[in-house]
């Protein structure tokens, strides 16, 4: 069973107080943002229709929370949701909370309870000069942009690329990319998708090459994980079990193009 909260009078009270460990009830938040074909602010999306399978087999109630990506991931961190989802995997957010298959501090997340694989890309202004070939940056005279709290930040550091970190939105980073602020722009390829058929399609350009490619997952409490481990495991495994089923892969291929494909 779903119960979607919007952002609100009541999602607002259940952020400040500890979430709830009643048997069947399960608080997730997600980020404030339409991420497709992954997820909408109302409840729409692979995400969610993953999400709603999986509780109706193993008879959960989904409590959902929408807010900035950041406070979702600290409200994981602070025990006072369940878990979060999207998140892809990252040695420093084992600080937040637990992945599926990790054991200790030095595991790494399982792929195969994966919700979906998604990628970022490089979007430039039309007739830019910065360019990437799968291995390198080339002729970066100023900024890459980047969404806050975004693990493609950590790539781009690593990069030694000069960054930009002070957007919440996709559509605010093309704004400052098309003002001259930034020279390009990391985006989700759902969100560059999305921007690629908008207004600001005859403005800028997605180079073909993805910048990463990488698995995301429901991160789960450590509170949670420890009070219900059991609970825990079977609702990762149940995700494995629904993604691979041939009825989400038929919806998957019919939102996505190709299984498995893509946050």
């Known amino acids: 069973m779903l119960r979607f909260l919007r952002h609100g009078s009541i999602a607002c009270c259940l952020l400040v107080g500890a979430p709830s460990f009643a048997a069947g009830t399960v608080s997730l938040c997600f980020e404030r943002q339409e991420v497709l074909p992954w997820r909408t602010l109302d409840g729409g999306g692979l ?48 600080a ?29 202004r039309k007739g830019g000069k910065v360019d990437w ?19 493609v930040g950590d790539f781009l550091r690593a990069q030694n690329v000069p960054v930009d970190e002070g957007s919440q939105q996709a559509d605010e980073l093309v704004q400052k990319m098309l003002a001259g602020r930034l020279v390009a722009a990391a985006l989700g390829g759902g969100d560059a998708m999305r921007l690629m ?13 993805p910048l990463v490619e990488k698995p995301y997952y429901l991160l789960l409490s450590h509170a949670f994980v420890a009070q219900r481990p059991d609970l825990a495991e079977r609702i990762w495994k149940t995700i494995e079990d629904v993604r691979t089923s041939p009825a989400y892969r038929r919806r998957e291929r019919e939102l996505t193009g190709h299984p498995g494909g893509g946050h």
């Open 96 to 124: 937040l909370g637990a992945y599926p298959g990790v054991k200790g501090g030095d595991g790494l997340a399982d792929p195969a309870r994966r919700m979906h694989v998604d990628r970022y890309v490089l979007v430039r």
């Open 47 to 94: 995400n969610f229709e993953l999400l709603a399978e999986v509780a109706r087999r193993l008879g959960l109630t989904l409590d959902y929370q929408s807010m900035p990506w950041k406070r979702c991931l600290a409200q994981v961190k602070a025990n006072q949701v369940d878990g979060a989802f999207a998140v892809s995997f990252s040695r420093e957010r084992l």
């Open 133 to 151: 070939d799968g291995k390198r940056f080339a002729n970066v005279d100023g900024r890459i942009g980047f969404q806050l709290g975004y693990s």
């Open 197 to 209: 058929r908008s207004a600001y399609a005859t403005q800028i350009e997605m180079l073909p090459v």
